[in-house]
């Protein structure tokens, strides 16, 4: 009997401690930046960008491919973005001549410790949805970016039919698809 308990009382235990270390999905705070970009017409757009596609999202923005840029001599935050790669599903424009099967850019939100950080009005791009998206290597990094946030994606999925600039998801739409 006394093993009986002894054999209760561990397994209780053990359930207790291992239902402990469960890892606890900590809840995403939106936080929307002030922010102030260029807006282009659609002229302007096609002109600016070294590269224009019709993508796909292949990955989802996570702390993992998101970055902050901090002042060296403060330590604060001065800037961040988000690192994302997608399946380029046509070319309208490429001054690069490398016409990739897949692409990475950055854009302006990402996931700082549980904080998603995003300019005002931009919304991160979805894995699995398609876009025109317009790039410049217009960043310190000379990395491949959006141009001036909303300014340079037209969202094509359904589920995103928001539009900040409808007179440059008309032409786009019109001209390039």
């Known amino acids: 009997?006394?093993?009986y308990i002894v054999t209760i009382i561990l397994m209780i235990?053990?359930?207790?401690?291992l239902s402990g270390c469960k890892d606890k999905e900590t809840e995403i705070q939106d936080v929307p930046m002030m922010g102030s970009h260029i807006l282009f017409g659609y002229d302007e757009l096609t002109e600016h960008?070294?590269?224009?596609a019709k993508v796909k999202i292949t990955d989802t923005l996570t702390t993992q491919n998101s970055f902050s840029l901090n002042d060296p001599k403060t330590g604060s935050m001065g800037g961040f973005y988000g690192k994302r790669t997608c399946e380029v599903l046509e070319y309208y424009k490429d001054v690069t001549g490398e016409y990739s099967e897949e692409?990475?850019?950055i854009e302006a939100a990402?996931?700082?410790g549980d904080q998603y950080l995003h300019i005002d009005e931009y919304e991160s791009l979805k894995k699995g949805n398609e876009y025109i998206i317009f790039l410049s290597d217009g960043t310190a990094s000379g990395?491949?970016?959006i141009i001036s946030c909303n300014n340079g994606v037209v969202r094509l999925s359904l589920e995103e039919e928001y539009m900040?600039?409808?007179e440059i998801a008309q032409h786009a739409m019109s001209e390039l698809l």
């Open 164 to 166: 900040n600039y409808p």
């Open 103 to 105: 692409l990475s850019f």
């Open 13 to 17: 235990t053990c359930m207790l401690s």
């Open 110 to 112: 990402a996931i700082i």
């Open 49 to 52: 960008a070294k590269i224009i």
């Open 143 to 145: 990395d491949m970016s």
């Open 1 to 3: 009997m006394k093993n």
